[in-house]
């Protein structure tokens, strides 16, 4: 019923910057929020920030100073902006909404993940 496509992900320098971006598509009434987590190899998927449809955002210690989450209410869009990367942010991004659909069911769901590397 709703589908999550990531996209921005890539090869980075330590130290420089990338987009995430994220578009929610399908049987939307509204969005309460959008999300972004992450997971690199042999560790679990933790939050990397979060932000709610009225604006307000949650960001984890590692992210902030750093990331910038923001939407487009009008896209069902939400986007990850990511400066100063280090190796350790190095992992499979995903990307998290709570959904209310036309039948006024209210689900999460993830997308299928895009992967960020830091790297020299």
């Known amino acids: 019923q709703v589908q999550l496509v990531e996209s921005g992900g890539g090869l980075v320098q330590p130290g420089g910057s990338l987009r995430l971006s994220c578009a929610a598509s399908?049987?939307?009434?509204?969005?309460?929020?959008m999300g972004w987590y992450r997971q690199a190899p042999g560790k679990k998927r933790d939050l990397v920030a979060n932000i709610a449809r009225a604006g307000r955002t949650n960001y984890a210690d590692s992210a902030k100073d750093r990331f910038t989450i923001s939407t487009d209410n009008a896209k069902n869009t939400v986007y990850l902006e990511m400066k100063s990367l280090k190796p350790e942010d190095t992992a499979v991004y995903y990307c998290n909404a709570d959904v209310v659909t036309t039948d006024w069911a209210t689900n999460n769901y993830w997308g299928q993940g895009t992967q960020v590397t830091v790297s020299s």
């Open positions: 399908g049987s939307i009434f509204t969005i309460y929020g």
